[in-house]
């Protein structure tokens, strides 16, 4: 069982910026972030592989989200700029999720999750 622990998120304006981190204390190779908002499907955000090269990201945050790592701690941080009422949904960091290219596709499958937290983003 692969535990995650989640902290921050809140409500901003659009434009603004918020940041999530996870902490996670079994060795996977593959996690990340998906998110749902209410009536609409589950959408992968980010993945990875912590041990290897290459972040996988949906088109609909490159270029506005980045992670960074910390390894001493076993923390991630999801920074979250720019940020869009479309981006508003339950964010929940995950993990064993495979192939992390195809984790943030439809129909990716994260085996773990945490408790997840709520990104509110007005216009």
């Known amino acids: 069982h692969v535990q995650l622990v989640e902290s921050g998120g809140g409500s901003v304006q659009a434009g603004g910026s918020l940041k999530l981190s996870c902490v996670i204390w079994?060795?996977?190779?593959?996690m990340g972030w998906f998110r749902q908002a209410p009536g609409r499907e589950r959408e992968g955000v980010v993945a990875f592989n912590p041990a290897r090269e290459g972040t996988y990201w949906a088109d609909s945050v490159k270029g506005r989200f980045f992670i960074t790592r910390d390894s001493a701690t076993n923390r991630t941080d999801l920074h979250m700029d720019d940020l869009r009422p479309e981006d508003t949904a339950w964010y929940y960091c995950a993990a064993d999720c495979g192939d992390p290219e195809l984790a943030i596709k439809p129909g990716g499958v994260f085996g773990y999750w945490g408790q997840g937290t709520q990104v509110t983003v007005s216009g």
């Open positions: 079994e060795v996977t190779s593959c």
